[in-house]
C-alpha cells in the first residue's frame, strides 16, 4: 500500500511542477518598425496598451534599414540598430509602469507606448 501511495504522491508532484513551469512560459509580444514610417507592438491581433507585469518574449521585425525599435521602461532598454534589418528576439521582465518604444532617427513621428500594471 505504501508504495501505491508513494507513487501518486510522486505523480501529483510532477503534476504541478508541469503545471507551475507551463504557467511561467513568457507571453509572446510582436513589435514592427518599417519598411513605411509606422511601429507598434501587439499581443496577438491587438494593439498592445496595458499589459499584466511580467516575463515576455518580444519579437521584433526590423523591416528598414533607416529605422530602429528602442524600448525603454523600469528596467528595460532594448534596441535595434539603425543600417540593419531582420528579427530580433528579447526575453524581458516588464514591471509596472509606462514603457516607450520609438525609432531613434524619427522618434517626433514613430512613436508609441503601453502600460503595464
Known amino acids: ?6 507513487a501518486l504522491l510522486g505523480a501529483v508532484i510532477a503534476a504541478l511542477v508541469i503545471a507551475a513551469t507551463a504557467s511561467a512560459a513568457p507571453v509572446r509580444l510582436s513589435a514592427v518598425v518599417g519598411p513605411a514610417f509606422n511601429i507598434s507592438v501587439k499581443k496577438g491581433l491587438k494593439k498592445a496598451t496595458t499589459l499584466k507585469a511580467g516575463k515576455y518574449t ?8 533607416i529605422h530602429n525599435f528602442h524600448l525603454t521602461g523600469p528596467g528595460v532598454n532594448k534596441k535595434t540598430g539603425v543600417g540593419s534589418t531582420g528579427t530580433t528576439k528579447w526575453t524581458v521582465t516588464l514591471k509596472k509602469g509606462t514603457y516607450k518604444f520609438v525609432c531613434d532617427p524619427h522618434a517626433t513621428v514613430m512613436k508609441g507606448s503601453f502600460k503595464v500594471t
Not at 500500500?1 to 508513494?6: A, E, G, N, T, Y
Not at 518580444?58 to 534599414?65: P, T
Open 58 to 65: 518580444i519579437v521584433v521585425a526590423d523591416k528598414s534599414s
Open 1 to 6: 500500500m505504501s508504495r501505491i501511495r508513494f
